[in-house]
């Protein structure tokens, strides 16, 4: 079990400085040009010969927005033309046409996300069709943890929405709130009401969904913590099943969208440490759980409960339940995890739609794990899930000597072990309370490709 978490400002302080989020090891930025659809079939084709069928999970990605999002990071495209997702579902079903079949029937869907961009700039009527056509190519799993999930903007859907959604087999819903407070939402260009949020989350409950999650933002312009009180008390009477709270990463050198924002309206970094710390004590004195990475979720909800079990994974869809699937991504940028391979497709529309158009599966860069980053992949899933590296484990698992083979890491451990963020004992790893909020910087000292002279990637701060 995960020990409960200690909320240390001049810790955190310390320790707030660039580093991966790790929803894949090894990274996004070690992908590279040499991994193309050759490779991505060879992939498919060897994951196909496990001995137990791997199940699968999958993601489609859909990017158009009807307005931006000032603070959004996400690749998405701006358009008020709602034409336009016909044409990207052409296209998208060709994508699933031309993949589905590489895999093995007896391989199951266990799991379905719509993420975004605004899935719901898609009518409810496309979702079901697009989920319809997804069925006629994919064998969908009849298990009672089945996941098909999809994020909402409360501003552009409707309960009879939901109803159709619930029809076409949805069961998780994410909403993307942010913050309610009205100076907040004028600076990022989001008004949002309470009421209409309420009534999606309403009407998900209405027609059965399993699960309802709420996104929030802190350190975004504008933001006090009396404000975002408010927001959090908001949220927290319409009880949502689990809650995001995440750190506004401000890259406007990266995301074109961010140079809208005025960045002296940010908050200082006394102020949103504040806001971390308002946002833990008030959804944990709510009885939410901290699952980790931002992530909380009510003790009775499937996430908890997979972390108790030592069943939760990490992967580009955040945190899942489901550990033992491959991931392939459907759409613009989407990116795949298939067997010791990860893909991504073109990260622009234009280069997404001639890859099918001439018939060739949308690949534009990737990579084949190699043993090293197998084991570091092992490693760091198990610290960001479970809090724990189990040195022996891994020992049997991959006949390493793990205190010769990781001595460089260890060296760098050393410092966080003395700050009591972690505790080395013979056969294990484990994370304490102290060093629950800073789990990214404890994977950093596992990172091979991070100990390489070479300019690094920018990243987002861990707090």
């Known amino acids: 079990m995960m020990p409960r978490l200690t909320f240390d400002p001049d810790l955190l302080r310390r320790y707030d400085r660039p580093g991966p989020r790790y929803t894949s090891y090894p990274t996004a930025p070690q992908f590279g040009p040499d991994f193309g659809e050759a490779e991505l079939r060879r992939a498919i084709q060897d994951s196909n010969g496990d001995p137990i069928p791997r199940r699968l999970s999958l993601y489609v ?24 997702g016909d044409a990207y579902l052409t296209h998208l079903c ?19 996300h719509f993420g975004g ?16 056509v997804l069925r006629r190519h994919f064998r969908f799993s009849d298990a009672p943890d089945r996941d098909i999930s999809i994020e909402l903007d409360p ?11 619930a029809q076409a087999g949805f069961n998780r819903a994410s909403l993307g709130v942010q913050d309610f407070d009205p100076a907040v939402q004028d600076a990022v260009n989001r008004v949002q009401g309470v009421e209409q949020t309420r009534a999606v989350v309403d009407a998900c409950r209405a027609h059965g969904f399993r699960s309802v999650n709420i996104d929030l933002i802190y350190g975004l312009p504008n933001q006090t913590v009396d ?8 949220v927290i ?3 949502p099943d689990r809650l995001a709270v995440y750190s506004y990463a401000h890259l406007p050198d990266m995301f074109k969208a961010q140079r809208q924002l005025d960045a002296r309206l940010l908050p200082d970094a006394e102020t949103k440490l504040a806001l971390l710390q308002l946002a833990i004590e008030t959804l944990t004195a709510a009885g ?17 409960q997979a972390q108790a079990r030592g069943g939760l994974h990490r992967n580009f869809m955040g945190y899942t339940t489901h550990a033992d699937s491959d991931l392939i991504g459907l759409g613009v940028s989407a990116i795949s995890h298939i067997g010791t391979s990860f893909s991504q497709n073109p990260r622009d529309l234009p280069g997404w739609q001639t890859a099918l158009d001439e018939g060739r599966l949308p690949v534009f860069r990737g990579m084949f794990m190699s043993e090293d980053d197998q084991l570091r992949a092992d490693l760091i899933q198990r610290l960001m899930c479970q809090g724990e590296i189990p040195a022996s484990a891994l020992e049997r698992r991959y006949g390493i000597d793990f205190r010769a083979y990781f001595a460089d890491a260890l060296a760098q451990l050393a410092p966080l072990a003395s700050d009591g963020l972690v505790q080395i004992g013979e056969d294990r790893i484990e994370v304490t309370a102290r060093g629950r909020l800073l789990l990214r910087n404890i994977a950093m000292c596992f990172d091979h490709y991070l100990q390489r002279p070479v300019e690094r990637p920018r990243f987002s701060r861990a707090i």
């Open 61 to 84: 990605h859909v990017p158009f927005c009807l307005s931006p999002c000032f603070y959004c990071g996400c690749n998405r495209v701006i358009t008020r033309d709602r034409s336009r």
């Open 94 to 112: 060709r994508e699933i046409a031309a993949i589905a079949p590489l895999f093995d029937r007896d391989r199951e869907v266990i799991q379905l």
């Open 117 to 132: 961009g605004t899935p719901n700039f898609l009518s409810a009527t496309q979702l079901r069709c697009t989920v319809d």
């Open 155 to 165: 501003r552009t859907v409707l309960p009879q929405d939901i109803a159709e959604l």
């Open 227 to 234: 404000g975002f009180r408010r927001t959090l008390d908001t």
């Open 237 to 239: 009477a319409m009880r």
């Open 288 to 304: 939410y759980e901290y699952i980790g990475m931002d992530h909380f979720a009510l003790p009775d909800d499937e996430l908890a």
